[in-house]
């Protein structure tokens, strides 16, 4: 009887540990933090973005199919902060807004416009076997959709109507923006590093009130865990 039971309880082990070499575990890739470089495809005449124009994101992923798969299904939530170092100020007249290159003789320190969004991402997540170092390559690709809660100009230089005076300003509720938005998104990368990117899909502005924004993203991604 009591080799019986060694005989099961062996077989039982044998089939647990193969059930467990079977099964694969990949990164949850569950908190990510991304920087990316801005540009405005279609700027305006004469309006030129800054290479040092940044974005910041913040997402919070989950797996919602395929957990210990090679191919999964993620989504969640996120928050992006655009920053637009460029060379010319917005302003509203008779009901359209434009932005009009500033002066060249104009001494200024900064200007830039701001979007703040709420986004909800999806991805389709492709994963390869975990290597010896127990990393994997990855690609993502996705779309995201969001809402903008926030839009500001921010001023820092000589007043362009006195150069005489200095102006530091905020301007909040940049006229005739889009409050959502949307587009796709891409990422390849191994480990915890991966290159990403987001080309906009839709217009931050509304058409026919304001120049066309389409937004190009292009940047890193780092999955804390």
Do not use: C
Request: glycine fraction near 8%; hydrophobic fraction near 40%; charge should be positive.
């Amino acid at each position: 009887m009591r080799i019986f039971f060694f005989v099961i309880i062996l077989l039982a082990s044998n089939a647990l540990r193969a059930q467990e070499e079977e099964t694969q575990y990949f990164d949850k890739d569950q908190l990510g933090l991304e920087i990316f470089s801005n540009q405005w495809l279609n700027a305006p005449d004469g309006v030129t973005i800054s290479p040092y124009s940044l974005a910041f994101n913040v997402q919070m992923m989950y797996t919602l199919i395929g957990k210990n798969s090679h191919i999964a299904l993620a989504g969640g939530f996120g928050f992006m902060a655009e920053n637009y170092q460029i060379d010319a100020l917005p302003e509203k007249s008779d009901g359209i807004l434009t932005f009009n290159p500033i002066n060249s003789d104009l001494n200024y320190k900064s200007n830039k416009i701001r979007f703040n969004t709420f986004e909800v991402p999806l991805e389709i997540r492709i994963r390869t076997n975990k290597n010896s170092r127990n990393k994997t390559w990855k690609l993502y690709l996705g779309a995201k959709g969001g809402y903008l809660f926030q839009s500001m100009h921010k001023y820092n230089g000589a007043n362009p109507e006195n150069q005489k005076e200095h102006l530091k300003q905020k301007t909040f509720n940049i006229p005739y923006t889009e409050a959502w938005s949307y587009g796709v998104t891409a990422r390849i990368g191994y480990g915890q590093f991966l290159i990403s990117g987001y080309y906009a899909l839709s217009n931050r502005f509304q058409t026919d009130r304001a120049p066309e924004l389409f937004p190009l993203h292009i940047g890193v991604t780092f999955f804390i865990y």
